[in-house]
């Protein structure tokens, strides 16, 4: 499988469009949605209580939590399809992931803010795999000792994007909200913790 490298200075950036077809894809996003253990749950941003605009659930195939915003996490099982999902992530990334960080946008109005995932608990250079299910949004980019430095990526129905090597030391990324109608949206981040 042929990946589109992004090319931006001070990353690896790649993204498989077409990971899944679009029927597989389907079977999926309705799987999922289902057998998923949504929560709404708080972060802490500047110092007060928000609640996330989305539902997250996390899986791991060990017990260490996961940690951001002050928000821990505790770690759900793997179970059949998700654990099915990893395993063909893990053909295309070349390492084994231990987490899932399972994230339903449930409109437009959901979102992330800018952020980079460089917690402590996922090591020097972390590899993030992230498998989009659903409605197509568009994912930024912003370099974070360059604000000029920015790019746009439309992350489709079915698609791999992986980030790696030094890009959470060097870029934030966010799903910002649209005003525009946009049906549900599933993102499975595969992590190593």
């Known amino acids: 499988m042929k990946a589109i490298d992004l090319n931006l200075p001070d990353s690896t950036l790649l993204y498989y469009p077409n990971f899944y077809s679009a029927e597989k894809a389907?079977?999926?996003f309705n799987e999922l949605l289902d057998a998923i253990n949504w929560k709404e749950e708080q972060i802490r941003v500047f110092?007060?209580?928000h609640w996330q605009p989305r539902l997250t659930s996390f899986y791991a195939n060990n017990t260490n939590t996961y940690s951001y915003s002050s928000l821990k996490m505790e770690p759900n099982p793997f179970f059949s399809t998700l654990k099915k999902i990893k395993e063909d992530v893990e053909k295309i990334a070349g390492v084994n992931f231990t987490s899932c960080l399972a994230n339903l946008y449930r409109d437009g109005k959901d979102s992330n803010g800018w952020h980079a995932d460089d917690e402590k608990?996922?090591?020097k250079n972390p590899i993030i795999a992230s498998v989009s299910l659903g409605a197509n949004r568009f994912f930024k980019f912003r370099h974070k000792k360059d604000a000029q430095l920015q790019h746009k990526l439309l992350l489709e129905h079915g698609s791999l994007l992986i980030m790696k090597d030094e890009?959470?030391?060097f870029w934030k990324h966010q799903?910002?909200?649209t005003q525009k109608h946009v049906e549900k949206r599933i993102n499975l981040?595969?992590?190593i913790i």
């Open 167 to 169: 890009t959470q030391h």
């Open 189 to 191: 981040t595969f992590r």
């Open 47 to 49: 110092g007060k209580l």
């Open 26 to 28: 389907d079977e999926l």
């Open 121 to 123: 608990e996922l090591g």
């Open 175 to 177: 799903l910002p909200k």
